[in-house]
């Protein structure tokens, strides 16, 4: 092959995974900005959309393009081939894109940074080690730049801390001002806090947003800089009376506040992490046209890239190109909407739908807090306790349009965030945007008193998993990526098209495996409408709904672990067996949680239904996780039975269990229509007696039995036939209970 060909086909393969790259980082890091203004519904939808894509689009297009770190922040370019910089950008391409995805999937928000980073710092350590062994001149400090790295460990930790601790602070001395209620405060201190919020978001646009754009000259910079002082004080006295004047007509500060920190936020993550997405696959074009400048052919070995070490400045085109994508992928991701989701239910005020399971770590965090709480309670004066008490009271006030959070926390969030950020970049701190607004967010909410007794486990082991994830980010994108380099660098063209196979099945599985979930959130939807009714009668038809939904769900979930428990049984499959016992076992955490969202919803009820409807949903509920258990039994025992090497069932008892297993599946499957259809009274026969069901169990018991006193079978072998046989009844006993009771909850009668 033509090395001109190969090498234009390798340039093509950057530039496609940068597209899917932008949209997928994209969809992740819209979190930042889209929280606040989401959570709080400052505005409608469509607005806090149009303007963040507005910020978006504005800051991608003048953005300066310095791609500096995906050129030279790494890697030294003037002691690598032409070749080998094209084998670490492709690498850390592949791994971008497919780590960033998986993220998305998981509804987790991580830092693009970071990942550009480690990927680029994965895949230059890999090939710098070949070259080291290759050449013992060199090293680790001639052809690495490790100071990024250190720089980027370092944000972790600085960005988590400070935004945090700020957060909470910041939001704790704002609440004991404004309280709740804070319409009434707002009246005597808004038109302060509304100059120095924008003020705040100001400073952070000079100092964040327009410091690598393109009408920002040298001189506009130094002006700034000089002049930073006087340009705040100027700002906060004419946007203060701005504020006040627009709150005598009527206006809603707090929204305009949000508003614009939304478009601040939006402006500089599009304007200073371009490079994340764009920079490696315009580094490599840069590197691309070098070696073509330099006469191509058979030079890729021989040709350094010292010149990647001059600035450069990308074209107008790809700026545009790359602002229309993101903007794109920002208003119809719907991977973005569930990574917003996630920020916004760990912070969200009261009840929620927690998506998080406890933690031992979690439950010893919050163990230790509330001793700690309960020791500074104990020593502060009870005038000073009962004052504090009240100004954090919620008695009377109610969130306008349910709302995860009031406009006061959305604000404080923006401006303690844009400021932190701000403040960083100008003490050359390397805070992460990511870190600091997901971490301010969480610390707001934890002064807010968000998080209860009841949802404080769940909130801080989501906050864990989130910190956690943070830094698997970093691990897995330099693990991955110099695993792929090794292998392009010694594979070459063969190893290139199989990494791009691979990648391409990777994504395709992943984009199947999220519709599949995404098809399966129809339950949290319904939760979703039915935490957020106000209306009696809409609640009730909704927790109908929600429990019908559940039920068809469960009874789909347990006919069909039930048939391949049946047959890994059968066929000593014990694999399968410890597999399936596990995401059974996991299974049982989820009726809790629709247990208690059914909980969350019945409160929404008229106290004559909470009591009728209620009690109905609870039983349903029991019934349901009483299948489950029943499940599990089957699927333990199976699995004792097999992992211990004991005597398999003989070719009758088997055939007893395939029949039956038949037979339970077409039965639950039937139950499953006659809930979609609600056809209750037509089928009542059908579910309701199970006279045939019982006397063949019965008879499957006698056989048993028989066998055992004729000897014609082990001990093991009976003991686990006869509880499959029992669990499997039980199955049937409750499946009709699940549907007596719905029947009584779904119909008026």
Same mark, same amino acid.
């Given at each position: 092959?033509?090395?001109?060909?190969?090498?234009?086909?390798?340039?093509?393969?950057?530039?496609?995974?940068?597209?899917?790259?932008?949209?997928?980082?994209?969809?992740?890091?819209?979190?930042?900005?889209?929280?606040?203004?989401?959570?709080?519904?400052?505005?409608?939808?469509?607005?806090?959309?149009?303007?963040?894509?507005?910020?978006?689009?504005?800051?991608?297009?003048?953005?300066?393009?310095?791609?500096?770190?995906?050129?030279?922040?790494?890697?030294?370019?003037?002691?690598?081939?032409?070749?080998?910089?094209?084998?670490?950008?492709?690498?850390?391409?592949?791994?971008?894109?497919?780590?960033?995805?998986?993220?998305?999937?998981?509804?987790?928000?991580?830092?693009?940074?970071?990942?550009?980073?480690?990927?680029?710092?994965?895949?230059?350590?890999?090939?710098?080690?070949?070259?080291?062994?290759?050449?013992?001149?060199?090293?680790?400090?001639?052809?690495?730049?490790?100071?990024?790295? &250190?720089?980027?460990?370092?944000?972790?930790?600085?960005?988590?801390?400070?935004?945090?601790?700020?957060?909470?602070?910041?939001?704790?001395?704002?609440?004991?001002?404004?309280?709740?209620?804070?319409?009434?405060?707002?009246?005597?201190?808004?038109?302060?806090?509304?100059?120095?919020?924008?003020?705040?978001?100001?400073?952070?646009?000079?100092?964040?947003?327009?410091? !690598?754009?393109?009408?920002?000259?040298?001189?506009?910079?130094?002006?700034?800089?000089?002049?930073?002082?006087?340009?705040?004080?100027?700002?906060?006295?004419?946007?203060?009376?701005?504020?006040?004047?627009?709150?005598?007509?009527?206006?809603?500060?707090?929204?305009?506040?949000?508003?614009?920190?939304?478009?601040?936020?939006?402006?500089?993550?599009?304007?200073?992490?371009?490079?994340?997405?764009?920079?490696?696959?315009?580094?490599?074009?840069?590197?691309?046209?070098?070696?073509?400048?330099?006469?191509?052919?058979?030079i890729y070995n021989t040709l350094k890239m010292s010149a990647m070490n001059s600035p450069a400045v990308t074209e107008w085109y790809f700026l545009i190109l790359s602002g229309a994508i993101m903007v794109a992928a920002l208003v119809f991701s719907k991977k973005a909407k569930k990574v917003i989701n996630t920020s916004i239910g760990l912070s969200k005020q009261g009840d929620a739908d927690e998506m998080f399971s406890s933690s031992n770590i979690a439950r010893n965090v919050v163990r230790g807090s509330r001793r700690m709480a309960t020791y500074i309670v104990d020593i502060t004066p009870n005038s000073v306790s009962n004052w504090l008490n009240n100004r954090f009271s919620?008695?009377?006030?109610?969130?306008?349009?349910?709302?995860?959070?009031?406009?006061?926390?959305?604000?404080?969030?923006?401006?303690?965030?844009?400021?932190?950020?701000?403040?960083?970049?100008? &003490?050359?701190?390397?805070?992460?945007?990511?870190?600091?607004?997901?971490?301010?967010?969480?610390?707001?909410?934890?002064?807010?008193?968000?998080?209860?007794?009841?949802?404080?486990?769940?909130?801080?082991?989501?906050?864990?998993?989130?910190?956690?994830?943070?830094?698997?980010?970093?691990?897995?994108?330099?693990?991955?990526?110099?695993?792929?380099?090794?292998?392009?660098?010694?594979?070459?063209?063969?190893?290139?098209?199989?990494?791009?196979?691979?990648?391409?099945?990777?994504?395709?599985?992943?984009?199947?495996?999220?519709?599949?979930?995404?098809?399966?959130?129809?339950?949290?939807?319904?939760?979703?409408?039915?935490?957020?009714?106000? !209306?009696?009668?809409?609640?009730?038809? &909704?927790?109908?709904?929600?429990?019908?939904?559940?039920?068809?769900?469960?009874?789909?979930?347990?006919?069909?672990?039930?048939?391949?428990?049946?047959?890994?049984?059968?066929?000593?499959?014990?694999?399968?067996?410890?597999?399936?016992?596990?995401?059974?076992?996991?299974?049982? !955490? !989820?009726?809790?949680?629709?247990?208690?969202?059914?909980?969350?919803?019945?409160?929404?009820?008229?106290?004559?239904?909470?009591?009728?409807?209620?009690?109905?949903?609870?039983?349903?509920?029991?019934?349901?996780?009483?299948?489950?258990?029943?499940?599990?039994?089957?699927?333990?025992?199976?699995?004792?039975?097999?992992?211990?090497?004991?005597?398999? &069932?003989?070719?009758?008892?088997?055939?007893?269990?395939?029949?039956?297993?038949?037979?339970?599946?077409?039965?639950?499957?039937?139950?499953?229509?006659?809930?979609?259809?609600?056809?209750?009274?037509?089928?009542?026969?059908?579910?309701?007696?199970?006279?045939?069901?019982?006397?063949?169990?019965?008879?499957?018991?006698?056989?048993?039995?028989?066998?055992?006193?004729?000897?014609?079978?082990?001990?093991?072998?009976?003991?686990?036939?006869?509880?499959?046989?029992?669990?499997?009844?039980?199955?049937?006993?409750?499946?009709?209970?699940?549907?007596?009771?719905?029947?009584?909850?779904?119909?008026?009668?």
């Amino acid at each position: 092959m033509n090395p001109e060909i190969y090498f234009i086909g390798l340039v093509g393969l950057l530039f496609i995974l940068a597209i899917f790259d932008l949209v997928i980082g994209v969809s992740n890091d819209a979190v930042n900005f889209l929280h606040s203004a989401i959570g709080s519904k400052a505005a409608n939808i469509k607005v806090i959309l149009f303007i963040a894509a507005i910020g978006v689009f504005v800051g991608a297009t003048f953005s300066n393009g310095m791609m500096e770190i995906a050129r030279r922040g790494i890697f030294q370019p003037q002691e690598f081939y032409f070749y080998e910089i094209m084998l670490i950008l492709v690498a850390a391409m592949v791994t971008d894109v497919i780590l960033l995805d998986l993220f998305n999937n998981l509804g987790l928000p991580t830092s693009t940074t970071v990942s550009m980073v480690f990927e680029l710092l994965g895949a230059t350590f890999a090939i710098a080690s070949i070259k080291i062994i290759q050449d013992p001149t060199l090293s680790y400090n001639m052809l690495l730049n490790t100071d990024k790295a &250190l720089q980027v460990i370092l944000a972790i930790f600085v960005s988590v801390a400070l935004a945090f601790f700020f957060g909470t602070i910041i939001m704790y001395i704002t609440r004991v001002i404004f309280t709740f209620n804070y319409k009434v405060n707002m009246k005597y201190f808004g038109a302060i806090f509304g100059g120095i919020a924008v003020t705040s978001i100001v400073y952070f646009m000079l100092i964040k947003g327009f410091k !690598d754009t393109t009408f920002m000259t040298k001189e506009n910079v130094s002006f700034i800089n000089a002049h930073t002082t006087q340009i705040l004080l100027i700002c906060f006295g004419f946007f203060t009376v701005l504020m006040q004047i627009l709150q005598w007509l009527k206006v809603n500060i707090l929204k305009i506040v949000v508003l614009v920190g939304t478009f601040a936020l939006a402006f500089a993550f599009a304007g200073n992490d371009l490079v994340n997405f764009v920079g490696m696959p315009l580094a490599g074009f840069s590197a691309f046209r070098e070696y073509m400048a330099q006469g191509g052919g058979d030079i890729y070995n021989t040709l350094k890239m010292s010149a990647m070490n001059s600035p450069a400045v990308t074209e107008w085109y790809f700026l545009i190109l790359s602002g229309a994508i993101m903007v794109a992928a920002l208003v119809f991701s719907k991977k973005a909407k569930k990574v917003i989701n996630t920020s916004i239910g760990l912070s969200k005020q009261g009840d929620a739908d927690e998506m998080f399971s406890s933690s031992n770590i979690a439950r010893n965090v919050v163990r230790g807090s509330r001793r700690m709480a309960t020791y500074i309670v104990d020593i502060t004066p009870n005038s000073v306790s009962n004052w504090l008490n009240n100004r954090f009271s919620r008695e009377g006030i109610k969130e306008e349009d349910n709302t995860a959070f009031d406009l006061m926390r959305a604000s404080v969030s923006l401006v303690v965030a844009s400021s932190l950020i701000a403040i960083g970049t100008s &003490l050359k701190l390397p805070l992460s945007t990511t870190y600091v607004t997901f971490m301010v967010a969480m610390g707001a909410s934890l002064a807010d008193k968000a998080w209860g007794r009841e949802s404080a486990v769940y909130r801080v082991s989501g906050v864990i998993n989130v910190i956690g994830g943070w830094f698997i980010t970093a691990i897995a994108a330099f693990a991955i990526t110099a695993v792929i380099a090794v292998g392009l660098y010694y594979g070459g063209k063969i190893a290139m098209l199989i990494l791009i196979v691979v990648g391409a099945i990777v994504l395709i599985r992943s984009q199947i495996s999220f519709k599949r979930k995404a098809n399966k959130e129809v339950l949290r939807k319904t939760v979703d409408d039915l935490l957020s009714s106000d !209306d009696s009668d809409e609640a009730l038809t &909704l927790l109908r709904k929600y429990s019908k939904e559940n039920a068809i769900e469960t009874l789909q979930y347990v006919s069909e672990r039930y048939a391949q428990v049946i047959n890994a049984f059968c066929n000593e499959e014990l694999k399968i067996l410890r597999n399936l016992s596990g995401k059974i076992d996991s299974h049982k !955490d !989820d009726v809790k949680k629709i247990k208690r969202l059914g909980t969350l919803g019945i409160r929404k009820l008229s106290p004559s239904d909470a009591f009728e409807r209620g009690l109905y949903f609870y039983q349903a509920n029991d019934f349901i996780g009483e299948l489950i258990y029943a499940l599990a039994k089957i699927s333990v025992a199976c699995e004792d039975h097999v992992a211990n090497n004991f005597n398999p &069932l003989n070719e009758e008892q088997k055939e007893e269990l395939q029949k039956t297993k038949t037979t339970i599946v077409d039965f639950i499957n039937h139950c499953i229509d006659i809930l979609e259809e609600e056809s209750f009274e037509e089928n009542y026969n059908f579910y309701a007696n199970n006279e045939d069901f019982l006397e063949d169990f019965h008879t499957m018991k006698r056989k048993q039995l028989k066998r055992i006193q004729l000897y014609q079978q082990s001990t093991k072998a009976s003991l686990v036939y006869i509880s499959i046989v029992q669990e499997t009844q039980t199955i049937v006993s409750y499946t009709t209970n699940i549907m007596k009771v719905n029947r009584k909850l779904i119909q008026n009668s």
